[in-house]
């Protein structure tokens, strides 16, 4: 247990010296205890900031290379993007080729269609012309 002594010098005394002690270090100055107890908190402040500016490094680097990556994403989507469009493109114009494929194959079939109709009325035209040379014939 620490004995404080009556005057507040002694006291500070007492406590750096236990503090000088818990260090390994022997000192009978006072202001000399002063400024070594403030060298080592600023050089362990020093150390602390360095640790936090070497971890704001590498969290920096870290967003760095996600960034990188997030780029790199977003163009290979566009890429594929582009790929995609290029190919819409392409079915629609095979699309368009088709419809026109099939118009013409409509309307070739409505040509066939229409011959078939004169064919069978022509057919039908010869049908009646011959029953009528039969009927005409047997009439005589």
């Known amino acids: 247990m620490i004995r404080l002594l009556p005057s507040a010098r002694s006291q500070h005394q007492v406590i750096l010296g236990l503090l000088l002690k818990d260090e390994g270090i022997r000192c009978s100055s006072f202001p000399f205890a002063i400024l070594f107890l403030c060298s080592q908190l600023l050089f362990r402040r020093s150390q602390l900031l360095f640790q936090r500016s070497q971890l704001l490094f590498w969290r920096s680097q870290l967003l760095f ?6 780029f790199w994403r977003s163009q290979l989507l ?4 582009q790929l995609l469009f290029q190919r819409s493109q392409l079915l629609f ?7 026109q494929r099939t118009q013409l194959l409509f309307r070739r079939t409505q040509l066939l269609f229409r011959r078939t109709q004169l064919l069978f009325w022509r057919l039908l035209l010869l049908i009646a012309l ?4 039969q009927i005409g014939m047997k009439n005589e």
């Open 130 to 133: 011959i029953l009528k040379q």
């Open 65 to 70: 290379r996600r960034s990188q990556l997030l």
């Open 78 to 81: 566009f890429r594929r993007t």
């Open 93 to 99: 114009r095979r699309t368009q080729l088709l419809f």
